[in-house]
């Protein structure tokens, strides 16, 4: 039997990797925090805004690598297949209360991202 907290988590992960942006954010606080590289994520419509175009234009498959949880974390490992990188592993340490993620603490690497932005900005001549 899973974790209450990874069962959270891992409905999350498959909506968002999933495409459907609706779902992902119905396991979210409207209060969640997250902290990514990008810096600190506050309230669930910045989260849609941050996770949007990763979600729905950037990906294109995610691979689950591993997951654990207890009642109220959940850590979970994945590797993203995205147009700018074949290979964008990710984790993420989720914190859960009364059913919703309150607050999620996100890692990966930015620099195939950061290229990829650069390469798609327009060009000043």
Not at 38 to 44: L, T, V
Not at 53 to 65: D, M, N, S, V, Y
Request: aromatic share 10%; glycine share 4%.
């Amino acid at each position: 039997m899973t974790s209450p907290a990874l069962q959270i988590a891992l409905a999350h992960h498959r909506a968002w990797t999933g495409k459907n942006l609706d779902l992902a954010m119905s396991y979210l606080a409207e209060d969640v925090v997250c902290d990514a590289p990008s810096g600190r994520i506050q309230g669930i419509d910045v989260y849609r805004e941050f996770l949007a175009p990763f979600a729905g234009q950037l990906l294109i498959r995610a691979e689950l690598i591993a997951a654990f949880g207890d009642d109220s974390t959940a850590l979970l490992m994945y590797d993203t297949e995205t147009i700018p990188a074949k290979s964008a592993p990710a984790a993420e340490c989720v914190t859960v209360s009364n059913g919703k993620i309150v607050y999620n603490r996100f890692v990966f690497d930015r620099t195939p991202f950061i290229a990829f932005s650069q390469q798609q900005a327009p060009v000043n001549e």
